[in-house]
């Protein structure tokens, strides 16, 4: 398990607020995949997901890619927000692979002094996978009302990363919505999977509704925004967060 999260203060470098303002922009970080599925929807849902960012006055934090569900995300609240809505961390190892770019073509090094920032938000480049999770859910925790986590469509690394927000949740390390975005019931199977493991035994009663769901960008911001805490979170004390 990464470092304890801690509470960053108002006026902090990840654009949840600006020096005179005394209301923090909502902070959602997304998990989504680096490919654009093969449903033309996938793609729509991240396009009506940056609207309704948008339409909230909600920052991004994601991934770092500009490829996939990532980069048409990123790109399209960039166009609507500006670049300072957005601010994508990607570990350096991955910058070939989830960036726009030959994967045997430029050197990592070239590819870090290329970063277009007008078109994609602020990028952190990180050394590996913990630091970019442990920095993507600080600036989520240390965000305004409506902060939270939403998963869109992805791949093994999209899953992984919405069950550890949300088994960070359960064991009280933070205490931000988790939503995820059902689009044409990709996330079916794992909702599914929930109820198995509630009727078996293996997630509490009082932990199923960790996770929810919604089925419109509207619905995901609605989601977050009225957010409310599973009664079976453990109570756990986990030192500054």
């Known amino acids: 398990m990464s470092a304890p999260l801690t509470t960053q203060p108002n006026g902090s470098a990840n654009g949840t607020s600006t020096p005179n303002s005394t209301t923090k922009h909502p902070v959602i970080c997304v998990f989504c995949g680096a490919s654009p599925g093969t449903s033309p929807a996938h793609l729509a849902a991240a396009r009506d997901?940056?609207?309704?960012?948008?339409?909230?006055n909600?920052?991004?934090?994601?991934?770092?890619?500009?490829?996939?569900?990532?980069?048409?995300l990123a790109k399209t609240l960039v166009s609507l927000s500006g670049p300072q809505a957005v601010h994508?961390?990607?570990?350096?190892?991955?910058m070939r692979f989830e960036r726009n770019t030959d994967p045997n073509g430029e050197s990592i090094e070239a590819l870090e002094?290329?970063?277009d920032e007008s078109k994609f938000g602020r990028t952190t480049i990180v050394p590996?996978?913990?630091?970019?999770?442990?920095?993507?859910?600080?600036e989520v925790?240390?965000?305004?009302?409506g902060s939270g986590f939403v998963?869109?469509?992805?791949?093994?690394?999209t899953l992984e990363e919405l069950m550890e927000v949300v088994t960070w949740n359960q064991l009280g390390i933070h205490e931000k919505g988790v939503v995820v975005f059902n689009v044409e019931g990709y996330w079916d199977g794992l909702l599914e999977w929930v109820r198995k493991a509630v009727e078996t035994g293996f997630v509490g009663e009082g932990n199923k509704g960790i996770m929810v769901e919604a089925k419109t960008a509207e619905e995901v911001v609605e989601k977050l925004r009225g957010y409310r805490n599973a009664e079976g979170r453990f109570?756990?004390?986990?030192?500054?967060?």
Do not use: C, F, N
Not at 88 to 94: E, N
Not at 235 to 241: A, C, D, V
């Open 88 to 94: 994508g961390i990607i570990p350096r190892a991955l």
């Open 151 to 157: 998963a869109l469509s992805g791949g093994y690394g």
């Open 128 to 138: 590996d996978m913990h630091t970019r999770k442990h920095m993507m859910a600080q």
């Open 141 to 145: 925790i240390a965000g305004g009302e």
């Open 113 to 115: 002094k290329v970063i």
């Open 235 to 241: 109570k756990l004390s986990w030192g500054e967060k």
């Open 58 to 72: 909600a920052h991004l934090v994601y991934g770092g890619g500009t490829v996939g569900l990532m980069g048409e």
């Open 49 to 56: 997901l940056a609207q309704a960012l948008h339409a909230s």
